[in-house]
Every structure is written in C-alpha cells, then in structure tokens.
T-cell receptor, first 112, second 112 residues
Framework: QKEVEQDPGPLSVPEGAIVSLNCTYSNSAFQYFMWYRQYSRKGPELLMY????GNKEDGRFTAQVDKSSKYISLFIRDSQPSDSATYLC????????????FGTGTKLQVIP | DAGVTQSPTHLIKTRGQQVTLRCSPK?????VSWYQQALGQGPQFIFQ???????QRGNFPDRFSGHQFPNYSSELNVNALLLGDSALYLCASNIRDTGELFFGEGSRLTVL
C-alpha cells in the first residue's frame, strides 16, 4: 500500500464548476500538507500549505485536512480553463527538513 | 527574484554513462532537495542537502549522489545509467525551518 493515495483521474469539468480533489494517507505522523499544481512539462508550483487539521482558503482555492480520517481535499471554485493541469497532494512529517511524500497526481481538464 | 533554476533542461544519455545535473536554489533558501518524477507519477524524494551535507536520503541506490556548494547550489550525479533512470529530475529549495518547497522546471533525462 502506498503511503499517499490519489485518484489519477483524468477529471473533466465544465468551466465554472466546483472541483474537488482528494487524497488519503496511511502515515499518522504526517503533519504538513501541501497541494501543488503542475502544468505539462513544467515543475510543480506550490498552491496551498497547511499544518495539521483544518481549512485554509486562498482566493478560489480551499484546502481541508482531516487528520482523524487521514484525508485531505482541495476545492477549486469557479474553475477556469487555465486551471487545467495535474494537481499533486503532498505531505511531510516535519516542517523544513524531512522528505515530502507526493501522491501520483490528478489530471484536471476544465472545458470552456 | 529568481526562482529555482536547473540545467540542463533536456539531455540524452546511453546506458552505463554518467550524468551531472545542476541546481541553483531560490534566493534566500539554504536547503536543496532532489526528486525523481517518472512519467505519470508523483515526484519521489532522492535526498536533501543542508550546510553542504546530505541530511536525508530516500530509497535510491548509491549510484545517485550529490553535492552542495557553499553558495547553496547543488549537483545531482547518477552513475552507470539504466533505462529506468529516464525521468524528470526536479530540484526543490526551501528555508531550513519551513517546509514550503519551491521547485525548478526540472531536467528531463532520457537514457537510451
């Protein structure tokens, strides 16, 4: 079993839809949770960075962490064609000096 | 403010050869990590450097080695290349006490 599980998709939605992306994990020591966006043939770009359980909002993006269920989510409101990319969840046990473990990524396509 | 820069962007090698990839971290960052991303997969942690020492290592063989220089830049060396080493090699940097990784565009290695 992988430490981090993520549905690879692809996920196709119409422009303006709310998108929900999810990951589950098995390592209860994970405390830091991240979402990255990766465009084709580019490096990952950090979208959200959260510590422990709770919600964090940044513009159209909301990240949720439920440590009791070992489940994290990223919501995208009013999705745009420019949001079409692969979304990677990632997590680590400590803040600055531990490896980050990634999911396999979910490929999202927003159709105009 | 320059982000993480990597070179070369693309390269082709044959089995058994050796390769060196280079990375300059984001300004103000002191910690550099290297990740391998195979096609359709999430990045896999190779190792992390801080204060010119390897601080943590992922599940990669000794053929993978690295170095960090006094100016925080870093190199990744891979010896005795195998076909399975074909991947996008990503460099990420962060400030030691924070886990917000910033990635470069990657070096795409093809082994023939």
């Amino acid at each position: 079993q992988k430490e981090v599980e993520q549905d690879p998709g692809p996920l196709s939605v119409p422009e303006g839809a709310i998108v929900s992306l999810n990951c589950t994990y098995s390592n209860s020591a994970f405390q830091y949770f991240m979402w990255y966006r990766q465009y084709s043939r580019k490096g990952p770009e950090l979208l959200m960075y959260t510590y422990s359980s709770g919600n964090k909002e940044d513009g159209r993006f909301t990240a949720q962490v439920d440590k009791s269920s070992k489940y994290i989510s990223l919501f995208i409101r009013d999705s745009q064609p420019s949001d079409s990319a692969t979304y990677l969840c990632a997590m680590s046990e400590s803040g600055g000096y531990q490896k980050v473990t990634f999911g396999t990524g979910t490929k999202l396509q927003v159709i105009p | 403010d320059a982000g993480v820069t990597q070179s070369p962007t693309h390269l082709i090698k044959t089995r058994g050869q050796q390769v060196t990839l280079r990375c300059s971290p984001k300004s103000g960052h002191d910690t550099v990590s290297w990740y391998q991303q195979a096609l359709g997969q999430g990045p896999q942690f190779i190792f992390q450097y801080y204060e010119e020492e390897e601080r943590q290592r992922g599940n990669f063989p000794d053929r993978f080695s690295g170095h960090q220089f006094p100016n925080y830049s870093s190199e990744l060396n891979v010896n005795a290349l195998l076909l399975g080493d074909s991947a996008l090699y990503l460099c990420a940097s962060n400030i030691r006490d924070t886990g917000e990784l910033f990635f470069g565009e990657g070096s795409r290695l093809t082994v023939l």
